[in-house]
């Protein structure tokens, strides 16, 4: 953001703006590696939330050590927890991700 605009806009951003802004301005910020690539995961991660949301729930049971170890790598990206198992089996059932025997 410009100086100029920052110093126009300023008292119109709530605390959480301000300090990114400040944050930002101090030089807090490092560029993403990769950033296309990135894009493209993330990209592909909001097209898999958007067409989950039309889906049934689903109850399962599933290993207090599987559980956290999906509940690290969800975190390591961002997502929650729930989104990221449903991603994995969206990705699945579409053949991205492969069936290891």
Known sequence: MTEDLEKKYYHTFDEEEKELIESYNKGEWKRVPN????????????????????????????????????????????????????????QFSNGRIKEVV
């Open 35 to 90: 950033l296309e690539e990135e894009k493209k995961k993330l990209v592909a991660v909001a097209r898999a939330t958007i067409a989950m949301r039309k889906n049934k729930n689903v109850n399962i049971r599933i290993s207090e050590g599987d559980l956290r170890d999906i509940k690290i790598k969800a975190q390591e990206r961002g997502l929650p927890y729930q989104t990221f198992i449903a991603s994995i089996l969206h």
